[in-house]
């Protein structure tokens, strides 16, 4: 089902540039002692301004992270509950800047996230996930993360729903033109390609992610599980 397989858009919607660095390193090492830290102070200054935007966002924005790692580490409950609590945050910055289109995109990944925790949300927040994204998309048409996102649902849904690697690799390619320096967009290359049993390019690609983003464990794992041949 379509809006089922929207639910691992993991950070696909996420722009690393809007990301606390020191929260990016602590991604990227999957040190969630660290996460939940910045995800606790973030909480406490978008309560601290409930009118604030930016400050609700960039709480969405930390909880985003939170539930990816989660993911990346089998913890589906963990993302789920993150998940839970990010989404009020992205549609409080969405109700006070309405045209923001990342507002969208982050929105859009945090109810994807939540639904590999509690299935029964499947068909409900995968449908919003799928709004949210196409929202984003209209507002910026030319936003890389928002065709990222896209990509990353079409490598989840089967071919029998229009899906599978090949919409996916074009909507990432199309992220790529958009930011060839996008890391997220050659790692969810690599894995569409490799679904495709092409491992040389997977390869190429997760190793051009690892060029851009050295330090990301996900990223190291992928390119060790591809044949070399």
């Known amino acids: 089902m379509k809006q089922l397989l929207i639910a691992l858009l993991i950070s696909a919607a996420v722009s690393s540039a809007a990301i606390d660095p020191a929260l990016m390193k602590a991604r990227d090492a999957q040190d969630r002692p660290a996460i939940d830290k910045f995800v606790a102070d973030a909480k406490a200054a978008a309560d601290k301004s409930p009118k604030d935007a930016e400050a609700q966002y960039r709480y969405a924005l930390a909880v985003s992270i939170q539930a990816e790692v989660a993911l990346e580490m089998k913890d589906k409950a963990g993302a789920s509950r993150a998940s839970s609590n990010g989404i009020p945050a992205?549609?409080?910055?969405?109700?006070?800047?309405?045209d923001h289109s990342d507002y969208y995109s982050v929105l859009g990944t945090l109810y994807g996230q939540g639904i590999p925790g509690n299935i029964f949300s499947a068909i409900g927040s995968g449908k919003r996930a799928?709004?949210?994204?196409?929202k984003a998309k209209q507002l910026d048409p030319k936003s890389a993360q928002a065709w990222i996102a896209e990509g990353v649902g079409?490598?989840?849904?089967?071919?029998?729903?229009?899906?599978g690697p090949d919409p996916a690799i074009r909507s990432l390619k199309r992220a790529l033109?958009?930011?060839p320096k996008s890391a997220e967009a050659w790692l969810w290359l690599g894995l569409a390609q490799r679904r495709k049993?092409?491992?040389?390019?997977?390869?190429?690609?997760?190793?051009?992610?690892?060029?851009?983003?050295?330090?990301?464990?996900?990223?190291?794992?992928?390119?060790?599980?591809?044949?070399?041949?």
Request: charged share 25%; proline share 7%; no cysteine.
């Open 90 to 98: 992205a549609q409080a910055a969405i109700a006070l800047k309405p």
């Open 130 to 134: 799928q709004d949210a994204i196409a």
């Open 154 to 163: 079409f490598y989840y849904e089967p071919a029998t729903f229009g899906g």
């Open 177 to 179: 033109e958009l930011d």
């Open 197 to 229: 049993q092409e491992n040389a390019e997977a390869r190429e690609s997760f190793t051009k992610s690892l060029a851009i983003d050295p330090n990301r464990v996900w990223a190291k794992e992928q390119l060790a599980k591809t044949p070399a041949k």
